[in-house]
């Protein structure tokens, strides 16, 4: 069966330090990935999603970065973190849709992040 | 390109009904609804794919009506476990890679 792994579940940042938050996927080949991005008390943001390796479409202009080095594994990282950068992060995966669009998404536990 | 949720919140006693509305201007291809308890992450309800469809799980139902441009989250005598934020969801057309959210409705089920 499928799983999706993420980590660390929380974590304290002040303004300005560096961010890594990685996902990685088992069970499951080239899956599309997603981070989204929830503020509190708000909806889900599209932050990134990818097809394949090194393959990465950003929705928003931010200072986040996303990178998918292995057919698995996406990360989500920033030089130098902002006070609006503040949320619960999830990652998601779904099959590759193509031509198709019925993949419900599995999503990863999330990663809460406070940035002081 | 994402859906419009209606309302932001309901309130509501056990065993009362409610809707959640999800619209958009165009054509949807498909709509998902997922329920978000507090803390944890979205998980998956229902997909539906034609218009005119409806489909059900346990006492949560949902339509998508013939135009695909409105789908509706029915929630039937509800219960406390019902309680949580709602989102619909839905591919963008002609990319179905990207997937949009919908705002969510947080529902609140009260003894």
């Known amino acids: 069966s499928q799983t999706i792994h993420q980590w660390p579940a929380t974590l304290v940042q002040p303004v300005g330090s560096p961010l890594s938050l990685e996902c990685t996927v088992e069970g499951t080949s080239n899956p599309n990935l997603y981070w989204y991005r929830q503020a509190a008390g708000r909806g889900l943001q599209l932050l990134f999603y990818s097809v394949g390796i090194g393959q990465i479409s950003s929705e928003v202009p931010q200072n986040l970065s996303a990178s998918r080095p292995q057919d698995r594994q996406f990360i989500l990282s920033s030089k130098k973190l902002l006070l609006s950068d503040s949320g619960f992060y999830l990652c998601?995966?779904?099959?590759?849709?193509?031509?198709?669009?019925?993949?419900?998404?599995?999503f990863g536990e999330g990663s809460r992040l406070t940035v002081l | 390109q994402q859906p419009v949720q209606s309302p932001q919140a309901v309130i509501l006693r056990e065993g009362e009904d409610a809707v959640i509305n999800c619209s958009s201007s165009k054509a949807l291809y498909s709509v998902h609804w997922y329920r978000q308890k507090h803390g944890e992450a979205p998980v998956f309800l229902m997909i539906l794919l034609k218009g005119g469809e409806q489909k059900g799980h346990e006492k949560i139902s949902a339509s998508f009506n013939e135009k695909k441009q409105q789908s509706s989250l029915y929630l039937t005598a509800s219960q406390l476990s019902y309680s949580g934020t709602y989102f619909c969801?839905?591919?963008?057309?002609?990319?179905?890679?990207?997937?949009?959210f919908g705002s969510g409705t947080k529902l609140n089920v009260k003894p």
């Open positions: 998601a995966w779904r099959e590759t849709s193509g031509r198709t669009n019925t993949g419900e998404l599995f």
């Open positions: 969801g839905t591919p963008r057309a002609y990319n179905f890679n990207k997937f949009y």
